[in-house]
């Protein structure tokens, strides 16, 4: 693979070296999931997500914080933020008003328990999912970035010492939002690409 690659082009999408380059496994013992918490804006979300967590309020409203619950009266469960994307709604300008927390202070998300308890058939925001990878869409392609963190500093730590590589943490993901052959591409690609990247 030529040296100058900057980006593995996957279909039609642009991907990041980083995917391929980062080791990364989340560690929520060492961050408490601040991702959740931490920020100007809440979640990129779709207009078809608004209206899914619209939906299914009413299963995760006792497992919101009760300023979550006001801000969500009051404003909905999004919002359109000064970029003029749909993200979710916050609270106290940080704090995405579906987090809640677990032992030791672990942050969680609502959705996403009430998933896991069956309760309902959203997983989370696909924003959330795919965690830190970040989607954005041009005219003819979508780029596929790797979005970096101090708070995620740890993840990278433990992916390393796992031997994890981004792309292989995000699998699920990834496949859920591109399909099994893309990502199967993605793989070959991010081997093809490290093999090159050693040898030299």
């Known amino acids: 693979m030529d040296e100058e690659?900057?980006?593995l082009e996957i279909q039609n999408t642009l991907v990041s070296l980083d995917l391929a380059e980062r080791f990364f496994c989340c560690d929520l013992d060492a961050c408490h999931?601040?991702?959740c918490i931490e920020g100007d804006a809440g979640?990129?979300?779709t207009r078809e997500e608004y209206d899914k967590i619209k939906k299914i309020l009413p299963e995760i409203w006792d497992e919101m914080l009760p300023q979550a619950k006001t801000a969500v009266e009051e404003s909905g469960v999004g919002y359109v933020d000064e970029e003029g994307d749909l993200v979710t709604t916050i609270v106290d300008g940080r704090n995405c008003a579906f987090t809640c927390y677990g032992k030791g202070g672990l942050c969680q998300c609502a959705i996403e328990k009430a998933y896991r308890e069956g309760r309902v058939d959203f997983r989370?925001?696909?924003s959330c999912f795919l965690y830190p990878v970040r989607l954005t869409k041009y005219p003819a392609f979508t780029a596929v970035n790797y979005h970096r963190w101090k708070i995620c500093r740890p993840a990278e730590t433990l992916g390393r010492?796992?031997?994890?590589?981004?792309y292989q943490f995000l699998k699920e993901p990834l496949t859920e939002r591109f399909g099994k052959e893309w990502y199967?591409?993605?793989c070959m690609a991010c081997e093809a690409y490290l093999e090159q990247y050693e040898k030299n």
């Not at 010492?161 to 981004?166: D, T, Y």
């Open 33 to 35: 999931g601040e991702c």
């Open 5 to 7: 690659v900057i980006m």
């Open 43 to 45: 979640a990129p979300i």
């Open 124 to 126: 989370k925001p696909s």
């Open 161 to 166: 010492r796992l031997g994890i590589r981004l």
């Open 184 to 186: 199967d591409e993605l």
